[in-house]
C-alpha cells in the first residue's frame, strides 16, 4: 500500500515537537484517587467493594452493568474511603469511588501472572478482555470485547491498529509504538487468533518515521501483517477513513466496519488486550500526553486511572503563569475542564494547556454564516454542517436527523476551517445526544401503538 489520504479535512499545526521526544514515565500518584463509575459508553458499572474495604492494585471494584458497559480496576492499594457523587472530568456529578493510595502499590493476587495465549481458545481471549474492562483507548471508550464478536466472525478480514494519533499535541501513542512496540504485535497476534483468516494493518501517519520504524522491526518478516502510511491530515485517524483506506470500501451512515469485514483498535488498545490476556493484568493505567504552551513541563506518562489533573497540572507547579485554558484531550475534539480537581481516566489520553483562550478570541469575531461552503468541502464525511447547525439552533432533532447530523463524529474541522467562526462543533456536540434520545423515544412511542 501507498501513502493513503481522504477527501476534505485540515492541516493545523502539529505541536507535536513539544512531547515528541519525551518518552513515557511512570507517575505514581501522590494524593487519594477517584474512580468515576462510568469511564466508557454504555451503563456505569457497579461497585463491588464499600467504604473501609481494602484493595489492592488490578482488583475489581465495580463489575459491568449489562453487554454495553466495563469493569474498572483499583490502580492503586489502599482503602475505600468513600462511595460518592463526585464531579468527573465533564463536572458532571457521577457516583465515584474514592480510594486512599497507602503507596505500596500492592497487585491484586494473580495480576502480571504469564498465560500462553496460544492455549486459548478465542471465547476464553474474549473473556480475558471483557473481565479486564478494556475499552476503546482511542477516545471513545467503547467497550473492547463487544468489537470481538460481530455477527459473522468469518467474514471479518482486516484487524486495523490505528496509530495515527492525527489529534494536534498528542504524542502517547507514538511513544508507545517507538518504546513498546512487540506490546501492540502481540496484541493484534491475540485478536488473529479470534479471526485467524485476517491480516493486521498498522496505520501510521508519515510524520512518525521513528514509529513507523520500530512497528515494521516488531512486525518483521510474518507475512499476517502490513504497514500502512497514511497522510498528514486531520482527522486521518477517523474509523471511516481507516476503513477505507484499508478495504477501499465506504460506510455507509450507521453502518458498523465489521460489516464490511475490519475491526479498527487504537494502539494503545491492542497493547492493554496484550497485557490482559497474556499478562493478567487488567486495564487501570494508560499514556498520557501533557503539552500546550501553558504547561511548564509537556511530557508522556503513564498515568494511574483515578490520579486527579492537579497532580499534573494546577496553579502551584505544571502551569505557565497566566495559563487560562486547559482541555481534556487534543484541540480539536477534547473538551475544557471546568478545574484540575478532576480525575483522568479511561478515555482521557492528554492535557493541553494553554496561555491563550481560542474560543475567547473566535467569539469576538462571530459573524453570522455567509454561506462560504468551506465547512462543507473539509468535512471527512462529507456532511453539511451549515444546515446541521441550523437544525441544531432551532432544536429541530427531525430536520437534524434528516440531514445525517447523527454520524458527525466531532472532529472540529468545521469550526477550523469557518472564517465567520461559527461555533458548529460545539452545537453538534450539544444536539447529537439530544437529537439520540428524540429518537430512541419516538421508536418506543410507535413501538407501543
Not at 475505600?80 to 468527573?88: A, C, L, T, Y
Not at 475544557?336 to 493541553?352: G, M, Q, S, Y
Amino acid at each position: 500500500m501507498g501513502i493513503y489520504s481522504f477527501r476534505g479535512g485540515v492541516h493545523p499545526k502539529g505541536y507535536k515537537e513539544l512531547t515528541a521526544d519525551k518518552p513515557l514515565v511512570e507517575y505514581l500518584p501522590k494524593g487519594e484517587l477517584v474512580f468515576p463509575l462510568s469511564q466508557h459508553l454504555g451503563k456505569p458499572a457497579i461497585p463491588v467493594v464499600k467504604r473501609n474495604d481494602l484493595v489492592k492494585v488490578g482488583q475489581l471494584i465495580a463489575k459491568a452493568d449489562g453487554f454495553i458497559s466495563a469493569n474498572i480496576h483499583s490502580s492503586v492499594s489502599g482503602k475505600v474511603k468513600i462511595i460518592e457523587h463526585r464531579p468527573n472530568n465533564a463536572g458532571i456529578m457521577g457516583e465515584s469511588i474514592v480510594i486512599i493510595n497507602d503507596g505500596e502499590y500492592t497487585p491484586f493476587e494473580g495480576v502480571g501472572e504469564k498465560t500462553d495465549y496460544e492455549t486459548l481458545t478465542p471465547r476464553e481471549i474474549i473473556d480475558k478482555v471483557k473481565e479486564a474492562g478494556i475499552v476503546g483507548l482511542g477516545g471513545a471508550g467503547f467497550p473492547t470485547y463487544v468489537k470481538l464478536m460481530p455477527q459473522k466472525p468469518e467474514d471479518i478480514r482486516w484487524i486495523v491498529a490505528n496509530g495515527a494519533e492525527c489529534e494536534p499535541g498528542i504524542t502517547c501513542d507514538d511513544r508507545l509504538m517507538q518504546e513498546n512496540p512487540e506490546q501492540i504485535v502481540e496484541g493484534l497476534k491475540i485478536v488473529l487468533r479470534i479471526f485467524p483468516t485476517a491480516k493486521a494493518v498498522i496505520a501510521i501517519e508519515t510524520n512518525k518515521p521513528k514509529a513507523i520504524e520500530s512497528m515494521r522491526r516488531a512486525v518483521g518478516n510474518d507475512p499476517r501483517f502490513e504497514i500502512l502510511e497514511l497522510k498528514v491530515k486531520y482527522p486521518q485517524g477517523g474509523e471511516r477513513n481507516l476503513v477505507h483506506a484499508v478495504s477501499g470500501q465506504y460506510m455507509e451512515s450507521g453502518a458498523l466496519p465489521a460489516s464490511l469485514g475490519v475491526i479498527v483498535d487504537n494502539v494503545a488498545t491492542l497493547a492493554a488486550i496484550y497485557k490482559a490476556v497474556a499478562l493478567n493484568t487488567p486495564l487501570y493505567e494508560r499514556g498520557l500526553t501533557v503539552t500546550g504552551d501553558g504547561a511548564s513541563d509537556p511530557g508522556n506518562y503513564i498515568v494511574k486511572f483515578g490520579t486527579l489533573a492537579s497532580e499534573f497540572v494546577n496553579d502551584d507547579e505544571g502551569l505557565k503563569p497566566g495559563t487560562k485554558k486547559i482541555i481534556l484531550g487534543g484541540p480539536m475534539m477534547g473538551v475544557a475542564i471546568p478545574n484540575t480537581d478532576v480525575p483522568l481516566e479511561k478515555r482521557n489520553n492528554a492535557l493541553t494547556c494553554f496561555l491563550e483562550d481560542d474560543v475567547e478570541k473566535a467569539q469576538q469575531k462571530l459573524t453570522n454564516c455567509i454561506r462560504c461552503g468551506k465547512c462543507i468541502r473539509v468535512c471527512p464525511l462529507g456532511l453539511y454542517p451549515q444546515m446541521m447547525a441550523e437544525a441544531a439552533e432551532r432544536k429541530d432533532y427531525e430536520r437534524f436527523i434528516k440531514v445525517h447530523g447523527l454520524d458527525c463524529i466531532q472532529c472540529g474541522t468545521c469550526n477550523y476551517a469557518c472564517p465567520a467562526k461559527r461555533p458548529l462543533t460545539q452545537l453538534f456536540k450539544q444536539m447529537k445526544p439530544a437529537a439520540m434520545m428524540y429518537q430512541r423515544a419516538k421508536a418506543a412511542k410507535e413501538g407501543k401503538k
